[in-house]
């Protein structure tokens, strides 16, 4: 079975400090994993994905983050927290379930609050 | 500007009477897919679809219908609808569902509440 655990449901950062926000996923198969931002009122914006290739990330706006196999990890990193950051974070994880194409799950998302 | 679209984007209403939300997307995308959610449950899949006339259940469908009569459309049925189905919907799509690591794209989504 397939799961993305999202550890702290809250997080709350200083301007200018490093946030650091954390999933980790269950799956039998290669995972491809997605970190998505959604900021206050709107959808889901893509942040970042792994797809196999290189192991460390880059995404939009300064995020980045880590995939780690022996840990099961994909946890998002920005070293510099900046007030626009201040959004609800979901990390997903993508299987290919045969013909019935691509299936997603979502982990329970992070809010992220940056104080001045 | 490629988009999903939703309508409406709020929607109160009362127990037992049929809605429907309209989802379309103007990238001539194969695949979309319906979602809610829910405080401390994160996003879950109501249903998707892999092409037109192609439907198929996602984590949660009970209480709900869809269609997908043309490529751009996904409507999403609710014909009876219940308290417990207040929640935010979003519908999202990508380009095929087949492509590994394949981007989704969401539509900013539908707050419905239901009395």
């Known amino acids: 079975a397939q799961s993305v655990t999202q550890l702290g449901s809250h997080v709350s950062v200083s301007e200018g400090a490093l946030v650091l926000l954390r999933c980790n996923y269950s799956?039998?198969?290669?995972?491809?994993l997605f970190w998505y931002v959604q900021y206050p009122n709107q959808g889901l914006q893509l942040l970042l994905k792994?797809?196999?290739?290189?192991?460390l990330v880059k995404g939009i706006n300064g995020f980045e983050a880590e995939f780690k196999k022996s840990e099961t990890s994909f946890h998002l990193t920005k070293p510099s927290a900046h007030m626009s950051d201040a959004a609800e974070y979901f990390c997903?994880?993508?299987?290919?379930?045969?013909?019935?194409?691509?299936?997603?799950?979502f982990g329970t998302g992070t809010s992220l609050t940056v104080i001045p | 500007e490629a988009q999903v679209t939703q309508n409406p984007r709020y929607l109160i209403t009362v127990t037992g009477k049929k809605l429907t939300v309209t989802c379309s997307q103007n990238?001539?995308?194969?695949?979309m897919s319906w979602y809610r959610q829910d405080p401390g449950l994160g996003l879950r899949q109501i249903y998707y679809?892999?092409?037109?006339?192609?439907?198929d259940k996602g984590d949660v469908p009970e209480g709900y219908k869809v269609s997908r009569k043309e490529k751009r459309n996904f409507p999403l049925i609710l014909e009876s609808p219940s308290p417990n189905q207040t929640s935010l919907y979003f519908c999202?799509?990508?380009?095929?569902?087949?492509?590994?690591?394949?981007?989704?794209?969401f539509g900013p989504g539908t707050r419905l509440l239901v009395l």
């Open positions: 999202a799509s990508s380009l095929s569902g087949r492509l590994i690591g394949e981007t989704q794209y």
């Open positions: 997903a994880v993508s299987v290919r379930k045969g013909l019935a194409g691509n299936q997603f799950y």
């Open positions: 679809s892999m092409n037109v006339e192609v439907t």
């Open positions: 990238m001539n995308h194969e695949y």
């Open positions: 792994y797809t196999s290739a290189a192991t």
């Open positions: 799956s039998s198969v290669p995972p491809y």
